[in-house]
DNA sequence: TGGTATATGTTGCTATTGTCAACATTTATC
DNA sequence: GATAAATGTTGACAATAGCAACATATACCA
């Protein structure tokens, strides 16, 4: 969305210059974002920017909350089936997370990409990221209180389920799972998932 | 390691600038890291890092081939033991990778921070981070053979473990697991582990 | 309607960085 | 002991983040 030539108001700056960085990290990488290259693109003087975003960083950390907003609402769309025993919700909570990682790089990569190591600096993208994490760890407690998931500390049986799925999510963006396709990570994250609660279902005594 | 402040030369100058990186990864983060910043506090002039790395990207290169290296011998040192069922095996080789993180963050920071996605790039870099999947791959492979591994892509059953190793230590490292401590993130990679060999195992039918 | 405050954009500046080229000094080699 | 190679320095340039001062459009209010 380029600034129509003559007027002297973009119009959208804001959203633009967030679909242009989202745009940029998509396809580049993040360590290369510009300001002033986001403004040359779109237009704009290069300290336009800054009329929306106080810094570099403060771009980073509203993207960063979208995508934890996104994420909440593509793992809530999983609960609202109603239809799943615990275990089954787990196991598509993880699947559904991954696909939300693959199909929103630019989201994930900069949710996670050690840019904003420090998030007790910005208390509402701490406060978006634990929400959604909060999903996960609802449904263990769910899972446990039936009986079916095994007992334990639900927040490190939370993490255990959101290292993995992290795991998938960061080895596939960064291009360390050698010559996997999307369909392969789809493979992928099912037999994780499935794995992952054989680990977590109560064991039977044999 | 500043040099001594009346001989022209430095005496090891690639090695302190290592070093000196390592640290400042350590300390700091990766995405602050200058070359310049380097220099400075090593007391040599601003280019004197060129005479030892191409550019900045070299020297992260460097570093997260020399991670690798060790990441490798640490998961070796596992194996060393001969002592261990796969399964054990399989399990020690996580944690130990988590420990490898854990006391090797600017290591592991480098190795995966997606400054080098390219590892296509650098074919030793590609070559390192191979050899140390392979003992994963390796040791599956013997419980697959021995039959208390499930069958299936060895590879792929390789990436779930690594996904999930890779997860906790991502996370670890970005301090995304809240206030978690040296002894947490020790509890939770035995716990990860052992729900992970779970879903590995083969099946007694019931 | 007109006038002023506010939001939004621009221009120009400084400091920092990566990196190149040219030059200096030391060390190695024959 | 002379010359080549390795290592370090100085000085440049371009790009970037971000500040300050200024310009223009828009909102709002009497």
């Known amino acids: 969305m380029i600034k129509a030539k003559d007027s002297y108001h973009h119009g ?93 790089p630019a989201y994930y990569r900069v949710m996670y990409s050690a840019y904003l190591s420090d998030y007790q600096k910005y208390p509402s993208l701490d406060k978006a990221a634990e929400e959604s994490f909060t999903i996960l760890i609802e449904t263990i407690a769910q899972g446990q209180k039936a009986g079916v998931i095994r007992a334990g500390d639900t927040r490190e049986l939370g993490y255990v389920c959101w290292s993995l799925v992290h795991g998938v999510s960061m080895l596939y963006l960064e291009r360390q799972l050698r010559s996997s396709t999307i369909e392969s990570v789809e493979k992928l994250a099912k037999l994780a998932t499935a794995m992952m609660i054989e680990g977590l279902e109560v064991k039977q005594e044999s």
């Open 12 to 104: 959208d700056l804001r959203h633009a210059i967030i679909e242009e960085a989202k745009i940029w990290i998509e396809t580049k990488d993040i360590s290369s974002l510009s300001l002033r290259g986001i403004a040359r693109r779109l237009g704009v003087s290069h300290n336009a920017p800054y009329r929306h975003f106080t810094d570099k960083e403060s771009l980073l950390v509203t993207i960063a909350e979208m995508g934890f907003e996104k994420l909440k609402q593509w793992l809530q769309q999983v609960l609202a089936k109603n239809t799943l025993t615990p275990e089954e919700e787990i196991k598509a909570l993880g699947v559904k997370y991954i696909e939300y990682a693959v199909s929103n």
